[in-house]
Nanobody, 115 residues
Framework: QVQLVESGGGLVQPGGSLRLSCAAS????????MGWHRQAPGKQREFVAF???????NYADSVKGRFTISRDNAKNTVYLQMNSLKPEDTAVYYC?????????WGQGTQVTVSS
């Protein structure tokens, strides 16, 4: 199993920015496909962004142009830079790691966008 620990969540005003980090265990991080999902109150978990081991990136339409996913293989870490935050971005953000047929999830970090 890959252990994933998210950090960086918190309270931010609309229009503000926040950077989430997800630290992964293991020595094969560079081979993993990494992603972010979120779950808002009363809603199902939804896809936010992913970055493959080869560097291919995809975003949900709702965050495209505002969020940036990146990875630092030397630090076993994937990031989600969130700019121009909106109240509808409020959710628990989960990091995930896909290795073949296996997907691991972090515990999540709360992001609240409110004035």
């Amino acid at each position: 199993q890959v252990q994933l620990v998210e950090s960086g969540g918190g309270l931010v005003q609309p229009g503000g920015s926040l950077r989430l980090s997800c630290a992964a265990s293991g020595s094969a991080f560079s081979t993993y496909n990494m992603g972010w999902h979120r779950q808002a109150p009363g809603k199902q978990r939804e896809f936010v962004a992913f970055i493959t081991s080869a560097g291919s990136i995809n975003y949900a339409d709702s965050v495209k142009g505002r969020f940036t996913i990146s990875r630092d293989n030397a630090k076993n870490t994937v990031y989600l830079q969130m700019n121009s935050l909106k109240p509808e971005d409020t959710a628990v953000y989960y990091c995930n790691c896909r290795r073949g047929f296996t997907t691991d999830w972090g515990q999540g970090t709360q992001v609240t966008v409110s004035s």
